[in-house]
């Protein structure tokens, strides 16, 4: 049926066309005198005689979202040569030109009103000259249609007010009356601004015009018209004529995002279909982030197998959301043990699809440079002696470089063994080096690296980096690195280093992940102090896509991603947001014009409605707004978060105000 239609009766394809119209077709096809009757709608065509040089944008959207009214635009465009157009057009103007000298010559008054002919014919000149328009044939019909339906509400209205009796109000009249208030509205629209179009309806020609108007039909009227049909227009114009299209996205092993404000369609999106799945996620304090990634993790969490699921956040938000899941909780505050040597199997899949990735020399430098940040080697001198004990221990532990089938858990020396290569390297360094020099620089080292090493033993201060580890993120399940203590732990390059642990643990459990992974940075500006984390960040965001994982930032500016101190971190932020293919804007109040233009691009509309009047969490509505960009999708798209009550329940919950999550349930909600 879809077969390319054929242009003329003769040809060998007609019939593909006659079985278009005889399916499309309206089973009759009365012309009167002033309208149509085809089935049981009165309609009437109207074909629009004049467009806009420079239209508004989307100056035909109120025809388009009209209620009550069934109206069908049909616009018939022909491409024309540019170079012809412009030597055409300059023709013209010369004509009307002399026109106008002639009329002024004699004195005659109407050389002003012909100057104003004038005006489009040298504005398409200019554009066409000076610009990328291209210009174009344009021919178009407007059809409005009443049928009962339309008469009934007609009549049931002008009964109660009186105007008309049961009695005396056939269908048919009623019919007729409906189409008339429904053109006269339809007409009014097209006449009046924004479109300011100027439309014809000869009552003779209904016939013509209606089938002009159909999506299948010739344009009869140009054929049976003595003058010219298609005006000249350029591509502006067309663009400006087109409805508002808005995506319906319906992705395979999509979750639901929310609800497309304009054309109410659920968005059903997959994180995973552009690769890298990063995601960023924008907005002031309160705008409802974290109410969105809780919902938007959960669901996506529950709706595949094999999935992993990290969340981290130093507010606590997401404590809920986790025992909902039975998730493992690690509170990272110094009391669970973390092995910083601890080392994971990189699948075979994995090594296949990242090529030159190489885990044993990733996992070595990630412990080197945990060790030489614990002992402070500002100067590097300790360097060479940290890379030979760790390198040692590794191979002691009976894990081989190029071997990854060795990289075992349980494997795993700890930083006691990494202690005791050191000393042991000390009293005989003959077993790890030859060179004379070498010997005597390891002398000279092993004991200061050993007493810069005294946190790690037994009772030391970094008691909880020396053993096994006990807080494990398991691929495959949901885990969360709560760091609402972190603040609690002494300095800033305390922290950090923790932080790069902990991070540690999640590159080893996205490693292995069976599927896909999903690793969520909720209050990301926080990372984004430590240099360290921000290299190792943006490492991530380039290298993730090889294990199918998606790291998700929140945050509340976009100036988070921007200003750093050094040039290091800038460049570093501007690599990670150079990976992120779906950005998404809750209400931000500190978006700058030229960042929303130039980085984001925003047009002032967006822009406005994100600093201004985009809803937030906190005014009971029950929804959010936000504006979000997928890269496989046009455009910013406007759409909102909703949840059930059940749903809203379990993503409001704040451990800080509620307490115990099950007793937070149970209170609102019954047990479960
Ligand atoms: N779609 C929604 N429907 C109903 N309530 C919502 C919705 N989104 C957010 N809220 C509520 O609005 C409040 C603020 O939301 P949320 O905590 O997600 O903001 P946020 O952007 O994460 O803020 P912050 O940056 O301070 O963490 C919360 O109390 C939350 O329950
Ligand atoms: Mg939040």
């Known amino acids: 049926m879809l077969a390319p239609l054929a242009d003329d009766e003769n040809d060998s394809d007609g019939l593909a066309h006659d079985r278009v119209q005889e399916l499309l077709a309206p089973q009759t096809f009365d012309a009167r005198d002033g309208y149509v009757r085809t089935g049981q709608q009165y309609c009437r065509t109207y074909w629009i005689a004049d467009w806009p040089v420079e239209p508004r944008e989307k100056f035909l959207e109120e025809i388009y979202t009209m209620r009550g009214v069934d109206v069908d635009v049909c616009l018939d465009v022909r491409a024309r040569d540019k170079r012809a157009t412009e030597l055409e057009l300059k023709d013209t103007i010369g004509e009307i030109d002399a026109n106008i000298d002639e009329r002024k010559d004699v004195s005659d008054v109407s050389a002003i009103l012909v100057?104003?002919?004038?005006?489009?014919?040298?504005?398409?000149?200019?554009?066409?000259?000076?610009?990328?328009?291209?210009?174009?044939?344009l021919s178009g019909y407007v059809t409005v249609r009443a049928g009962t339906r339309q008469a009934l509400d007609e009549a049931e209205e002008r009964i109660e007010e009186g105007l008309a009796n049961e009695d005396e109000l056939t269908l048919d009249i009623a019919k007729h009356r409906a189409l008339e208030s429904a053109c006269e509205k339809v007409?009014?629209?097209?006449?009046?601004?924004?479109?300011?179009?100027?439309?014809?309806?000869?009552?003779?020609?209904?016939?013509?015009?209606?089938?002009?108007?159909?999506?299948n039909g010739r344009d009869a009227f140009a054929d049976v018209s003595t003058r010219e049909r298609y005006s000249l227009t350029l591509s502006g114009t067309i663009a400006a004529a087109f409805p508002p299209v808005s995506a319906y996205i319906d992705q395979e092993n999509g979750v639901e995002q929310g609800r497309n404000v304009q054309n109410g369609s659920e968005i059903i999106k997959n994180q995973f279909s552009v690769a890298p799945g990063h995601r960023l996620t924008i907005g002031s304090s309160g705008s409802g982030k974290s109410y969105h990634v809780g919902k938007q993790a959960t669901q996506w969490y529950l709706a595949g197998e094999d999935r992993t699921l990290i969340l981290c956040d130093t507010m606590g938000e997401f404590g809920g959301l986790v025992e909902l899941m039975n998730g493992q909780h690690i509170t990272v505050d110094g009391s669970q043990t973390i092995n910083p040597l601890?080392?994971?199997?990189?699948?075979?899949?994995?090594?296949?699809?990242?090529?030159?990735?190489?885990?044993?020399?990733?996992?070595?430098?990630?412990?080197?440079?945990?060790?030489?940040?614990?002992?402070?080697?500002?100067n590097g001198?300790?360097?060479?002696?940290?890379?030979?004990?760790?390198?040692?221990?590794?191979?002691?532990?009976g894990i081989l470089k190029n071997d990854v089938s060795t990289h075992k858990p349980?494997?795993?020396?700890?930083?006691?063994?990494?202690?005791?290569?050191?000393n042991d390297m000390g009293g005989n360094p003959g077993d790890y080096v030859d060179s004379e020099l070498e010997k005597a620089q390891i002398k000279e080292n092993a004991g200061p690296l050993l007493r810069r090493l005294s946190g790690f033993k037994d009772g030391g201060e970094h008691d909880a980096l020396v053993g096994k580890s006990e807080a494990h993120i398991r691929p495959g399940q949901v885990s969360y690195l709560d760091l609402q203590q972190i603040q609690g732990l002494g300095a800033a390059a305390d922290k950090a280093t923790m932080l790069q642990l902990m991070l540690g643990q999640v590159y080893q459990a996205v490693k292995r992940a069976p599927g896909e992974t999903l690793f969520v940075v909720d209050e990301a500006h926080y990372l984004f102090q430590s240099r360290e984390i921000l290299a190792w960040l943006q490492q991530s965001a380039r290298h993730w896509r090889h294990f199918n994982a998606g790291l998700w930032f929140l945050s509340h500016r976009p100036g988070d991603f921007a200003s750093a101190d050094d040039t290091d971190m800038q460049e570093y932020k501007r690599a990670i947001l150079g990976q992120i293919p779906t950005t998404e804007f809750f209400y931000t109040d500190k978006l700058e014009e030229q960042d929303a233009k130039e980085r984001f691009g925003m047009n002032d509309e967006q822009l406005q409605f994100i600093t201004q009047h985009a809803k937030r969490g906190e005014q009971g509505l029950g929804y959010t707004d936000y504006l979000v960009d997928y890269a496989d999708v046009q455009?910013?798209?406007?759409?909102?978060?909703?949840?059930?009550?059940?749903?809203?329940?379990?993503?409001?919950?704040?451990?800080?105000?509620?307490?115990?999550?099950?007793?937070?349930?149970?209170?609102?909600w019954g047990e479960l």
């Open 187 to 215: 007409r009014g629209t097209l006449e009046s601004a924004p479109a300011h179009l100027t439309v014809l309806s000869p009552e003779q020609r209904q016939a013509e015009l209606f089938e002009s108007c159909s999506p």
């Open 115 to 137: 100057e104003d002919d004038l005006d489009p014919y040298v504005k398409m000149y200019k554009l066409l000259h000076h610009t990328q328009a291209q210009p174009w044939d």
């Open 381 to 397: 001198d300790f360097t060479p002696l940290v890379s030979d004990a760790l390198n040692a221990t590794y191979e002691r532990a």
């Open 342 to 378: 601890h080392i994971e199997e990189t699948p075979e899949d994995v090594l296949r699809v990242s090529g030159n990735l190489d885990p044993y020399d990733m996992k070595f430098t990630e412990a080197r440079n945990f060790i030489l940040d614990m002992i402070g080697d500002a």
């Open 635 to 668: 455009g910013w798209m406007h759409a909102q978060v909703r949840a059930s009550p059940f749903e809203d329940t379990v993503y409001s919950y704040k451990a800080s105000e509620h307490g115990p999550f099950q007793e937070y349930i149970a209170d609102k």
């Open 410 to 422: 349980e494997n795993s020396p700890t930083m006691a063994n990494f202690r005791k290569i050191v």
